[in-house]
């Protein structure tokens, strides 16, 4: 009995590399049986192995949808079986998906991100009182905060009026409001407190973890 021996260099591509060769030469194979009741049942065949070989698809939904048309994609679309799904085309395969927009901020402030528009547009929607007075403030001493997060050690109120004025559409005006925010300091406090706790939480993991640890 003789061997040919098969160099990489000379054997074509695969269409799904993730299978391997074996599973394209079954593919190959079932292609040039002569029934189509044979087909079939190897095409069966070669979708259950498929299965066990990327298991992690049993998460994804109509993973079986997926195996079946991957089936198709490998036979070149000229596989002649019954299919329990919808049998894809070449064409919807090389169909190019329409082109996502850039993401567009609420603002120039970005600093202040997105939530911030969507709460000062529920805002708006309130009507005024005390409930209104007080959401309002929370969301000047939101910005502030996220404004001296933005690398700031410190902020006049009149700046967060301002902002806050422009992102309403000039629809709340706190310029001449004679309230004030909370103070820099106490904001930059949380900031600084926060990040030392989460210091101390992963120094604490870390020596846990070396505690477990056996010395040879």
């Given at each position: ?33 002569e029934t189509k009741e ?171 973890n070396n505690k477990g640890?056996?010395?040879?």
């Amino acid at each position: 009995m003789t061997f040919d021996l098969e160099y990489n260099s000379e054997r074509t591509l695969m269409i799904i590399p993730e299978y391997g060769r074996h599973i394209q030469k079954l593919v190959d194979h079932c292609l040039t049986l002569e029934t189509k009741e044979e087909r079939n049942k190897m095409a069966l065949a070669i979708v259950d192995v498929m299965g066990n070989l990327q298991p992690h698809l049993r998460d994804v939904p109509d993973f079986k949808h997926k195996l079946w048309d991957q089936l198709f994609i490998m036979s070149k679309f000229n596989l002649d079986v019954d299919s329990p799904y919808p049998i894809p085309s070449k064409e919807e395969l090389q169909e190019k998906p329409e082109s996502l927009p850039y993401p567009k901020y609420a603002s120039k402030y970005r600093y202040y991100g997105n939530n911030i528009q969507t709460m000062i547009d529920v805002a708006l929607s309130w009507e005024e009182g005390e409930k209104k007075e007080a959401l309002v403030f929370t969301i000047a001493n939101h910005m502030k905060k996220c404004y001296l997060n933005w690398n700031k050690d410190t902020v006049d109120d009149a700046v967060i009026y301002k902002h806050l004025f422009e992102l309403s559409n000039s629809k709340i005006d706190l310029r001449a409001s004679e309230e004030t925010l909370s103070e820099s300091k106490n904001l930059l406090k949380k900031r600084n407190s926060q990040g030392q706790n989460h210091t101390k939480n992963n120094h604490k993991k870390t020596n846990n973890n070396n505690k477990g640890r056996k010395r040879y």
